[in-house]
């Protein structure tokens, strides 16, 4: 499966014979993470909170191509995007085990990724740099197999959209 997550409204070219699954955050009612650990300990692999995020995050599990769009705000993704990335913790268990030398959570039933993503917003150099640590540490523990970042102005996100779903037809 291949996602594309999204938190501006985007129109798609169509992609002739890949199948993608389209979300645009702002379409969905996804509560913050409350840090109870519920997914971990009370239902495995669940979110105790019953809202949209249910809905999602066990397609970033299943989703072997991503393509986030998302605004940098400070060097973070913008609150839409962090939201739905934290209420992911379902897909990966309480167990820790090294990867590389470092403690990582196992992945619950979570395919390994090629992931890109496109970052907007007015960004100084300083938060572009922080924005590429952030996404290489989370490349580290959401087991993505290649990541790669495309800093675009605002309005050109849907040409680098397009671009990206290019790259998809090759494969």
Known sequence: MQLIMS????????????????????????????????????TPGKCVIRDDATKIYPLIAKSERLLYVTRVVYGCYDVPMKTMLERALPIQQAFIHLV????HHVQRDVKQKRTTIIAYGELS????????QLVERNAHNMHFASVEV?????????????????KWEMF
């Not at 590389?100 to 403690?103: F, I, P, Q």
């Open 7 to 42: 938190d501006i409204q985007l129109t798609l070219p169509r992609v002739d014979n890949k199948v993608y699954k389209y979300i645009n955050l702002l379409d969905f009612k996804i509560h913050n993470c409350v840090g109870c650990y519920g997914c971990w300990t009370k």
């Open 100 to 103: 590389k030398g470092e403690a």
């Open 125 to 132: 150099q300083a938060e572009k740099v922080i924005f590429q």
């Open 150 to 166: 495309i800093f675009v102005e605002e309005e050109h996100i849907e040409v680098a959209v397009s671009k990206e779903l290019a």
